[in-house]
């Protein structure tokens, strides 16, 4: 994976679209119909990425990547699938875009994915490393939220004078972990974004999902 680089421009990418380059040793393109659609986001995007990742791949986005390439491995983590998309905006003068990762990972049971979501912390390095994204960690804080099912996260970073903010998702289905990430440098982006588009992905499925609540 290469250096990560500044998020000016986007708030999520540049891991995301190496990674899709470089995967290619789990392969996943069946479980995109658990990923969202164009039809599931609030607002008009543009598709910037999609592809397959391995534990080894997440992992390696973190800041200590064997620690967490050891961790998932330990998890039962086999790999996954992601998407980008980037709002698309009409006429400048533009605001910074709102930018949606939705992903989801295979694990070898259904209890390695419901464990999995029910130990994930508020702590801005384990969101961060939850999704094949990458957020500035300056002065970061992280909160859980509410939610009705999943576990529901806000992190903050600064970027420069930009506070950039993320709204992570998570929910455990069978063997699979479907998560939502929305984020921008603007402050515009809330947490019912995320929930609406997990809920829209949830209803095109038809098939309840487990809370993955501790």
């Known amino acids: 994976m290469p250096a990560r680089t500044s998020i000016a421009a986007v708030l999520l990418g540049a891991a995301m679209l ?11 393109p069946e479980l995109d119909r658990y990923l969202c659609t164009a039809e599931d986001l609030p607002f008009d995007v543009i598709e910037q ?9 997440l992992g390696g986005l973190s800041r200590d990547p064997e620690v967490r390439k050891a961790e998932y491995r330990a998890a039962g983590m086999e790999g996954g699938r992601f ?21 989801v990972i ?9 464990s999995w979501v029910a130990n994930l912390e508020a702590d801005p390095v384990r969101i961060r490393d939850s999704g094949m994204l990458w957020a500035p960690l300056g002065e970061a804080r992280a909160e859980e939220l509410a939610a009705e099912r999943g576990r529901l996260f ?20 069978e063997h699979l972990v479907l998560s939502v990430f929305v984020g921008d440098r ?21 098939e309840p999902a487990t809370s993955g609540s501790r």
């Open 18 to 28: 190496s990674a899709c380059q470089a995967s290619g040793r789990f392969e996943g």
């Open 49 to 57: 990425a999609r592809g397959d990742f391995t534990a080894a791949d």
């Open 83 to 103: 998407g980008f998309w980037k709002q698309a905006l009409p006429r400048p003068p533009f605001e910074s875009p709102l930018n949606v990762v939705c992903q």
């Open 106 to 114: 295979a694990f070898d049971s259904s209890a390695a994915a419901a």
């Open 154 to 173: 806000r992190l903050e970073g600064m970027e420069g004078e930009a506070r950039v903010t993320l709204f992570a998702h998570h929910v455990a289905r």
């Open 186 to 206: 603007d402050g515009r982006t809330e947490a019912e974004m995320a929930l609406a588009i997990a809920a829209s992905r949830d209803a095109r499925l038809g």
